[in-house]
Structures are given as C-alpha cells and as structure tokens.
C-alpha cells in the first residue's frame, strides 16, 4: 500500500488549495480514508474523514471551508480546502486503513495503518 500526496503550496490567507492523495497496492473503496496535519511542536490531528459511503466528518476547526472527497475510479483522495487560515499551516498527511469500525466518523490517528509522506501547507496573513 503506497499513498502519495501532492498539491501542497504557499497562498495568502483567504486562499485556496486543492490536496490530492493517490494510492496504489489497494483500492479506496476499500479502505476507511481521512486527511491529517501536524503542525510544527503539535500532534497531528484528524482533519477530515469520509467512508465507502461518502459519509464525511471534519473537525470543528475547518467545517465549512474543507470539503474531502475521493474518485475510486482514479483512486485518488482529495481535500479541498478554502477561506484558508493561517492556523491551517502544517504538513498534510493522507491516512488509510482496512478497518471500517468508525469509519468516516472521527477516528485517532493510531487507528490508521497506512500514511503519505506528507505535504507542505503554508498559509501566510
């Protein structure tokens, strides 16, 4: 299993970005899938969840500006993020895992097996 995310970039606050994640070894529609980020000196935190039933969950920080979404044709995950923050700085991480218990509900990061390499977000006010 191989998760590879991309998109990552410096904008000005109010901005917007798009985050992809693209996996191989498995396909998405098998797998309970979620964005995390991690900022410098803080834990990596749940950001946005979503199940085989494209049910989502987002943490109370980016509702209503962060929107994830998955193409199991291409299978590829994706977040897309808007009205970003300064707050929203931190290195992104796509996360996956075979386990459905929770799935698309908030989940701890212990939970998932499979990480990206992570990518930058840099939010400048």
């Known amino acids: 299993v191989q998760l590879v995310e991309s998109g990552g970039g410096s904008v000005q606050a109010g901005g917007s970005l798009r985050l992809s994640c693209a996996a191989s070894?498995?396909?998405?529609?098998?797998?309970?899938t979620a964005w995390f980020r991690q900022a410098p000196g803080k834990e990596r935190e749940g950001v946005a969840y979503?199940?085989?039933?494209?049910?989502?969950n987002y943490a109370d920080s980016v509702k209503g500006r962060f929107t994830i979404s998955k193409d199991n044709a291409e299978n590829t995950l994706y977040l897309q993020m808007n009205s970003l923050k300064p707050e929203d700085s931190a290195m992104y991480y796509c996360?996956?895992?075979?386990?459905?218990?929770?799935?698309?509900?908030?989940?701890?990061?212990?939970?998932?097996?499979?990480w990206g390499q992570g990518t930058q977000v840099t939010v400048s006010s």
């Open positions: 979503i199940n085989n039933y494209d049910s989502t």
């Open positions: 070894g498995y396909t998405y529609s098998t797998y309970c």
């Open positions: 996360a996956a895992d075979p386990g459905w218990t929770l799935c698309g509900n908030i989940r701890p990061r212990a939970s998932f097996n499979y």
